[in-house]
């Protein structure tokens, strides 16, 4: 939803968004998880290294179509979490089919885990995803659903860039009252 609304604030706004893979694989390592989501954590190597390769092979614009062909897919058109999914958002942005290769070996996992520390460690360690760095700042969040769109995309991104501005800023919350929104 994050990188969503970050790619409608380019419409908007002076901002050009830059893609860095992070892992909740990766952040989640030698945690005790319930079954069902280390689960999830377990498959979720298999992206998280396809987008490794597409950014290594292919760049910066490859990696976002792909991770929002991969989002698309995973989470509007709920399709299961299979190399199958994988693959076909690979052919959704005209990506070579043999980058499937790397869901299945941990050639690049050092490299992965350097991405993941690169855009986590300034955030520190009770936060998951998503991350943003803005001038020179981190922080975890928006946490938001549905995207918002146009101008309203563009306001909260101001508002976004103000509170990441004062180094003594650290936290907002509110019980999240509906499940992701998407359209």
């Known amino acids: 939803m994050t990188s ?34 280390q689960e999830l954590m377990d498959f979720g190597w298999q992206p998280v290294r396809v987008a490794m390769a597409v950014e290594r092979d292919h760049g910066q614009q490859a990696l976002r179509d792909f991770y929002t062909a991969i989002g698309t897919r995973f989470h509007p058109k709920d399709e299961p979490s299979t190399l199958a999914t994988i693959s076909a958002a690979l052919a959704d942005v005209g990506l070579p ?63 976004f860039v103000k509170v990441t501005a004062y180094p003594g800023f650290f936290e907002l919350k509110r019980t999240r009252t509906v499940g992701p929104i998407f359209d």
């Open 97 to 159: 089919a043999s980058l499937i290769d790397a869901a299945t070996t941990d050639a690049a996992d050092a490299d992965l885990r350097r991405s993941h520390h690169e855009g986590m460690d300034p955030v520190g360690f009770d936060v998951g995803t998503p991350v943003i760095h803005v001038n020179g700042m981190a922080m975890f969040g928006p946490v938001i659903s549905p995207a918002p769109r146009g101008e309203e995309a563009g306001d909260l991104f101001d508002g």
């Open 4 to 37: 969503r609304w970050l790619l409608e604030v380019e419409r908007v706004r002076d901002v050009k968004v830059t893609f860095h893979v992070m892992s909740l694989s990766v952040l989640n390592e030698g945690r005790d998880l319930p079954e069902k989501y």
